[in-house]
């Protein structure tokens, strides 16, 4: 099994940065990709980005392609997504996920990942 804490949520105003932050833990071998999935209050959960763990392909939705960084600490197991220039249709629950599956060019899409983090809340007010 492999557990996923996210951390580094919280409330900030529009044009503001935060970093999330997810340590995975457990049975962590053979993870190919981990992504960054939002859910906002009456929406579907959509994928943010995501990141494959040889360091290799980085994959963004166009609503934050040039806002956000996704990146990786393989030494610490760790997924971190840099939010810049935010705005309140950013406000949402942010999970972190993993997949031992490779999504290929998929990788936006939730259905490839198993293992979920419990999310971490993000609010942008105008």
């Known amino acids: 099994q492999v557990q996923l804490v996210e951390s580094g949520g919280g409330s900030v105003q529009a044009g503001g940065s935060l970093r999330l932050s997810c340590a995975a833990s457990g049975y962590t071998y053979g993870i190919y990709c981990m992504a960054w999935f939002r859910q906002a209050p009456g929406k579907e959960r959509e994928g943010v980005a995501a990141?494959?763990?040889?360091?290799?392909?980085?994959y963004y939705a166009d609503s934050v392609e040039g806002r956000f960084t996704i990146s990786r600490d393989n030494a610490k197991n760790t997924l971190y997504l840099q939010m810049n220039s935010l705005k309140p249709e950013d406000t949402a629950m942010y999970y972190c996920a993993a997949s031992k599956i490779n999504p290929s060019v998929y990788a936006l899409r939730q259905e490839w990942y198993y293992y979920w983090g419990q999310g971490t809340q993000v609010t942008v007010s105008s």
């Open positions: 990141i494959y763990t040889d360091g290799g392909s980085t």
